[in-house]
């Protein structure tokens, strides 16, 4: 049976898409599965990080496989990795419908990060519309979250009456997820017990249970 491929994808810039990708993969590498990362955005944010975790960890360390495609060629590449991983997590450029759509394509779940703001909420509409056009489940996960701040709600709640699914789980707006990443690591590996660590790995857990084993 192939592996399970997760795409993160938002078309709007600065939505914490590496950093979802990386602590994704991480939180489920963590939790016994197999685990590839592919990184299909020319900025190259990802492979960064991996490079700084294998510096940090060595090669064999990492607990991850990491490749870079673009294009057309990561529809191709995603589907070679699931053939020997049980996840293969897609980190996807911005503000480009044409990269994205193969790994939209290949995907089983699409995640898609939403800071909790009027103007995140309406820039999502272009990437949940892509989505739809190639029929792939999509979760929204809502990122950067400010505790008791009311907007955040109205936004949760906003989000809800798109008629897409969101995940329960939320990412906190911490210092601590930028700081592990400058590090090659993630929260869930600087500060093991930490809300951050809990909220990566309830995240984590949804999106399994929602994919299925």
């Given at each position: 049976?192939?592996?399970?491929?997760?795409?993160?994808?938002?078309?709007?810039?600065?939505?914490?898409?590496?950093?979802?990708?990386?602590?994704?993969?991480?939180?489920?590498?963590?939790?016994?599965?197999?685990?590839?990362?592919?990184?299909?955005?020319?900025?190259?944010?990802?492979?960064?990080?991996?490079?700084?975790?294998?510096?940090?960890?060595?090669?064999?360390?990492?607990?991850?496989?990491?490749?870079?495609?673009?294009?057309?060629?990561?529809?191709?590449?995603?589907?070679?990795?699931?053939?020997?991983?049980?996840?293969?997590?897609?980190?996807?450029?911005?503000?480009?419908?044409?990269?994205?759509?193969?790994?939209?394509?290949?995907?089983?779940?699409?995640?898609?990060?939403?800071?909790?703001?009027?103007?995140?909420?309406w820039a999502t509409q272009a990437t949940l519309e892509m989505i739809a056009k190639e029929g792939t489940p999509s979760l929204?996960?809502?990122?950067?979250?400010?505790?008791?701040?009311?907007?955040?709600?109205?936004?949760?709640?906003a989000i809800q009456a798109l008629g897409h699914p969101a995940a329960e789980s939320r990412l906190g707006n911490r210092v601590?997820?930028?700081?592990?990443?400058?590090?090659?690591?993630?929260?869930?590996?600087?500060?093991?017990?930490?809300?951050?660590?809990?909220?990566?790995?309830?995240?984590?857990?949804?999106?399994?249970?929602?994919?299925?084993?």
């Amino acid at each position: 049976m192939a592996g399970r491929i997760i795409t993160i994808a938002q078309q709007k810039g600065g939505s914490g898409k590496t950093t979802l990708a990386a602590h994704l993969a991480v939180a489920l590498a963590l939790d016994g599965v197999r685990v590839a990362l592919l990184d299909c955005d020319p900025q190259g944010s990802l492979g960064e990080w991996f490079e700084r975790r294998e510096s940090s960890l060595g090669e064999a360390g990492t607990g991850l496989d990491f490749r870079t495609a673009s294009g057309w060629g990561a529809r191709r590449e995603a589907r070679s990795l699931a053939r020997d991983y049980d996840f293969v997590v897609i980190d996807t450029p911005p503000k480009s419908d044409i990269e994205s759509r193969p790994a939209i394509e290949a995907a089983s779940l699409v995640a898609v990060p939403v800071q909790p703001t009027p103007v995140d909420l309406w820039a999502t509409q272009a990437t949940l519309e892509m989505i739809a056009k190639e029929g792939t489940p999509s979760l929204l996960v809502i990122n950067r979250v400010l505790p008791r701040v009311a907007l955040t709600q109205e936004i949760a709640e906003a989000i809800q009456a798109l008629g897409h699914p969101a995940a329960e789980s939320r990412l906190g707006n911490r210092v601590a997820f930028a700081a592990s990443m400058g590090a090659g690591r993630t929260i869930q590996e600087t500060a093991p017990g930490s809300k951050g660590a809990a909220e990566v790995q309830a995240l984590a857990a949804e999106i399994h249970r929602f994919i299925g084993p």
